[in-house]
């Protein structure tokens, strides 16, 4: 009996329509989370039947071009085909099981979608990461997730096989080439694997993915987020924020190391049954992009604040952009000028959106509120955003204080779970009723919030999270450095840079400062991922440090910031 009910749920579950009414009442915390869900049969797979009915022809799933002539389309029953044998890979030759942990290191290319997809419907733990990491940073990574699988390209295998004696955990390393590398297993396997697969029933607490993420001290954190934090989370943003239906075609450019593309380039497009547009770009080309916004039907357009500004350098009414109609950024601030100067030349907004790897989406301004430039716009939902201060009191309007998120009886279901071996950091984030973001800023009269910088001393450089410890641990590795403190410091089109302060060992002094300043960018861009390099150094006679001997960074960024 127990086996006919079990088959006949699954089998009601399969047949079930997508009810994506739910998922909104879910996402606004007016309806509990399911105990069980799996982004890839509860919502890929529904989006696949519905395609199937359908009597016009639909946008594809994922739409891939590479500016070469390259170019693939898949709808979602492709899509659905090809990540089942993935799946079969991960499974069976990689020999991977549910709650194992893989890093997956690839720029945009289709495999990157698969694999994401494939690893939710085997329980596989995807720990994705950015193409600019060294060796070191791999290193890293792979002893403190202990992960047993690694895949990514020919240019970062050399990079990989390095450090592969290091790494106990990692049993299995799978390339996506053309040829084959010793000791690799090559993801042409999947030609052979077979399309059967039956997707894991998950929980909504499972851990499904983990982020790197910087930090004031120490080395990259591990993010975790569950089935429900990282699938669920993101409904309210992609229809509400994002404003997408299976009509759009969404290009979000962040790189797949980031939990932006998860948002833009996965969660927001698919749970609406939007195609998600890919331009795998190999080097990143404000020309390019206002091309592919002329000559594809992009209707919604993602990307940092940095971009547009380096866009807007461009003359913009040269180029016709017939399909667009909303555009977003998130990552870092954007300023009201470039909103000004985008909206001048398009005839459009740009829609801003505050969020953090740890949380999703904090603020936002949803399609059709009114904008006020140079805010973070409202409170997205299941969030109550406040300003508090130190002791956890929410401040009145105007006042400057922490960006908070207040939490009642229970953490809201979009959080993180934690991070990963690491209780003490976990704890942290938490004062009172309150989850701490680390960025400070006010709230005004209407409920708008508006940034003011973090409270740490982490960097945001062109959407980049820096933390000023990993530069300064690489400074430290060159001879030429006795110690260092990287601090912020304001940027025209990066909003911010890292700014190294340098004292140099006695045998460098008479070195040039300038060929010695490259070398040490150079030295950083070989050591740690180079989006960190600082573009800024001044080499000082001492740093400010405290009576304990700590260095006053705070000091040096509010110099930078012409606060002294
Ligand atoms: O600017 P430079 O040329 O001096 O240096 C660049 C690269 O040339 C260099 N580099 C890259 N690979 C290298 C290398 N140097 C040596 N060897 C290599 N293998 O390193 C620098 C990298 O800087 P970049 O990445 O900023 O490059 P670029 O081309 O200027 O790109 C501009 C942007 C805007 C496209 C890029 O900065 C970007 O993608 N920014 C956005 C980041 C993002 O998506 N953030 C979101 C994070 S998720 C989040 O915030 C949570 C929200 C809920």
Request: proline share 6%; aromatic share 10%; net charge positive.
């Amino acid at each position: 009996i127990q086996t006919f009910y079990r088959l006949f749920h699954q089998c009601r579950k399969t047949f079930a329509p997508l009810n994506l009414s739910d998922y909104e009442a879910i996402g606004r915390c007016e309806q509990e989370v399911p105990e069980y869900f799996n982004f890839a049969s509860d919502v890929l797979d529904k989006w696949s039947q519905i395609e199937k009915k359908r009597k016009e022809p639909s946008n594809p799933a994922l739409w891939w071009i590479n500016g070469k002539g390259g170019e693939r389309k898949w709808s979602f029953e492709e899509l659905g085909f090809e990540s089942r044998k993935v799946a079969n890979v991960l499974s069976g030759p990689c020999g991977l099981q549910r709650g194992d942990r893989i890093i997956v290191i690839l720029p945009r290319i289709p495999e990157w979608w698969l694999l994401n997809t494939a690893c939710m419907r085997t329980g596989v733990v995807f720990i994705p990461g950015t193409t600019q990491l060294t060796a070191k940073d791999i290193c890293y990574r792979l002893l403190a997730s202990k992960a047993k699988c690694i895949v990514t390209i020919d240019a970062l295998a050399p990079a990989v096989d390095s450090v592969a004696s290091q790494c106990q955990f990692l049993k299995t390393k799978l390339i996506v080439s053309e040829s084959r590398r010793a000791e690799w297993l090559n993801f042409k396997l999947l030609k052979a694997a077979p399309a059967v697969h039956n997707c894991v029933k998950t929980r909504s607490q499972d851990p499904m993915t983990i982020y790197f993420t910087s930090g004031t001290t120490g080395f990259p954190k591990m993010v975790e987020h569950s089935y429900g934090s990282f699938g669920l989370g993101f409904f309210i943003c992609g229809r509400y924020w994002m404003n997408l239906t299976p009509s759009d075609v969404v290009w979000s450019m962040s790189d797949t190391g980031w939990i932006k593309a998860a948002i833009g380039n996965v969660f927001g497009p698919w749970f609406q049954g939007t195609c998600a547009f890919v331009h795998a770009m190999p080097q990143f080309d404000p020309k390019v992009i206002l091309n592919t916004l002329c000559r594809y039907p992009v209707t919604t357009l993602c990307s940092a604040p940095t971009v547009y500004r380096m866009l807007v350098q461009h003359d913009l009414t040269r180029y016709t952009f017939k399909t667009l109609k909303h555009c977003l950024s998130g990552g870092e601030p954007v300023n009201p000028e470039v909103m000004e100067q985008w909206k001048s030349q398009t005839g459009l907004n740009i829609y801003e959106g505050y969020g953090q790897t740890e949380i999703g989406m904090i603020c936002g301004n949803m399609k059709g509120m009114k904008i006020k430039p140079g805010s973070l716009g409202k409170a997205a939902p299941p969030y109550d955003v406040q300003i508090i201060d130190e002791k956890g009191s929410v401040l009145p309007p105007g006042e400057e204080g922490d960006i908070a998120i207040k939490i009642d009886a229970k953490r809201p279901f979009t959080f993180f779970t934690r991070y990963v071996d690491d209780p003490v950091k976990t704890a942290s984030t938490i004062r009172g009723n309150f989850y701490i973001t680390g960025d400070r800023g006010s709230m005004d009269e209407d409920g708008y919030i508006w940034f003011m910088g973090r409270s740490d001393d982490v960097i945001i450089s062109s959407g980049y999270r820096i933390g000023p410890f990993e530069v300064e641990s690489a400074l430290i590795e060159h001879p030429a450095v006795v110690e260092s403190a990287v601090v912020s410091s304001p940027d025209a089109i990066r909003g911010e840079v890292v700014k190294a302060f340098v004292v140099l060992s006695p045998s460098f002094k008479t070195h040039d400062r300038k060929k010695l300043a490259c070398e040490l960018q150079d030295h950083v861009k070989k050591v740690t991922a180079p989006y960190k390099y600082p573009r800024k150094i001044e080499f000082v006679e001492q740093l400010p440090k405290t009576i304990t001997g700590k260095i006053k960074r705070s000091e040096l960024r509010n110099k930078e910031w012409g606060q002294i």
